[in-house]
C-alpha cells in the first residue's frame, strides 16, 4: 500500500507542476520570458528608480503596454523612411 501512495503522490504532483506551466523555465534555456536580449554592441544604462528626473533630448522609439495578466509589450514604432504600404502593421490595443 506505501508504495502505490508514492506513486499516486508523484504523480498528482507532477499534474500539479504540469498545470503551473513550470516547463517553459526549463526548455527555453532558462531565460525568464520578463528579460530582455541585447545585443552585444548596443550601449545600455540604468533607468534611475528613486524619483530623479531623467533630462535630455531624444525621439520617441516606441510603446508601452500592460496587457490584463500583467506582462508589458513594447511596440516600436516604424522608421520614418519605411513606406506605409511597404509592410503591413496592426495597430495595438491597450
Known amino acids: 500500500m506505501f ?10 504532483l ?6 503551473l506551466k513550470l516547463s517553459a523555465s526549463v526548455t527555453d534555456h532558462g531565460l525568464s520570458r520578463d528579460s530582455i536580449q541585447v545585443p552585444q554592441d548596443a550601449q545600455v544604462s540604468p533607468v534611475p528608480t528613486d524619483g530623479t528626473k531623467v533630462i535630455g533630448r531624444g525621439t520617441r522609439v516606441g510603446e508601452v503596454y500592460r496587457l490584463r495578466d500583467g506582462r508589458l509589450v513594447y511596440v516600436t514604432t516604424p522608421s520614418p523612411s519605411s513606406s506605409p504600404s511597404s509592410s503591413p502593421s496592426a495597430s495595438p490595443t491597450p
Do not use: C, N, Q, R
Open 14 to 19: 507532477l499534474a500539479a507542476l504540469s498545470a
Open 3 to 12: 508504495d502505490i501512495g508514492i506513486v499516486l503522490s508523484l504523480g498528482f
